[in-house]
């Protein structure tokens, strides 16, 4: 999994060993593998301990086999992350409009969004340009 996915919690279904979204048998809830409690190595047996749901403490919550119900977790990421994105995109064009620096905070949150848009993603190299900071 790459930074940015780490970062907002998305999982995987194509068996690379990254993170997959768990359903607890004991409180229904369906959360990440990662958020789960224990599962940690056990000295040096080359064995795991048992893994617990974070919100019940029920022992080794199954991997969630509803992809419908995966999907809805993970479209509600995308949303809240849009959402977001729109947010923060509207109060950058204030503070442009307000510094002078735009027309009207509309323009400003376009000219903002636009920048967004180019900017490269958080594992991408940025070219090196001689600058030493």
């Known amino acids: 999994m790459s930074k940015d996915t ?3 919690n ?3 279904d194509d068996n690379t060993g990254g993170y997959f979204v768990m359903q607890c048998q004991g409180c229904d809830e369906v959360f990440n ?4 409690h224990g599962g940690g190595q ?3 047996t080359g064995d795991y301990g048992d893994s617990y749901c974070p919100h019940c403490g029920q022992v080794d919550p199954e991997e969630c086999d509803n992809p419908n119900l995966v999907w ?5 990421k995308i949303n809240r992350l849009a ?8 109060e ?3 503070i442009l409009h ?3 620096f735009s027309e009207s905070a509309l323009a400003g949150q376009q000219d903002a969004m636009s920048w967004l848009s180019k900017r490269p993603a958080v594992d991408e190299e940025e070219p090196a340009n001689g600058n030493s900071d």
Not at 72 to 76: A, D, E, G, K, Y
Not at 83 to 90: G, N, P
């Open 72 to 76: 809805n977790i993970q479209q509600r």
């Open 92 to 94: 950058y064009g204030k």
């Open 6 to 8: 780490d970062f907002v």
């Open 98 to 100: 307000q510094a002078g």
């Open 83 to 90: 959402d977001t994105y729109q947010f923060l995109a509207a």
């Open 10 to 12: 998305f999982v995987t």
């Open 42 to 44: 056990i000295a040096d």
């Open 33 to 36: 593998s990662k958020d789960c």
